[in-house]
């Protein structure tokens, strides 16, 4: 089993930054992607950003594309999501999510661990 950390959150004004990060322990070794989610209110939980744990290659949804940025340390075991230029849209709950050989990467099925959510929230 995986146990995930994701912390970070917080108040920030439009056009600030925040940074969230998500620690990863115990058996990490099938994990190939390390994503983020976000949940507004009365909205669906939806992908924000992705990076392989190998290659380090990145995705994102295309509204965040020039403002988040996603990365992880060598060793794998933490991502972290850099946000600038924040916006009241993006205000949500972040949740960091671990995806295994058969992940599709904006499917919230596929993703086999998740972390308990840290609030984002940006004022006007």
């Known amino acids: 089993q995986v146990q995930l950390i994701d912390s970070g959150g917080g108040l920030a004004q439009a056009g600030g930054s925040l940074r969230l990060s998500c620690a990863l322990s115990?058996?990490?070794?099938?994990?190939?992607?390390m994503g983020w989610f976000r949940q507004a209110p009365g909205k669906e939980r939806e992908f924000v950003a992705a990076?392989?744990?190998?290659?380090?290659?990145?995705y994102y949804v295309d509204s965040v594309k020039g403002r988040f940025t996603i990365s992880r340390n060598n060793a794998g075991n933490t991502v972290y999501l850099q946000m600038n230029s924040l916006k009241p849209e993006d205000t949500a709950v972040y949740y960091c999510?671990?995806?295994?050989?058969?992940?599709?990467?904006?499917?919230?099925?596929?993703?086999?661990?998740w972390g308990q959510g840290t609030q984002v929230t940006v004022s006007s």
């Open positions: 999510a671990l995806c295994g050989r058969d992940c599709r990467l904006y499917d919230r099925s596929t993703y086999d661990y």
């Open positions: 115990g058996r990490t070794f099938n994990v190939y992607v």
């Open positions: 990076i392989s744990r190998i290659t380090t290659s990145t």
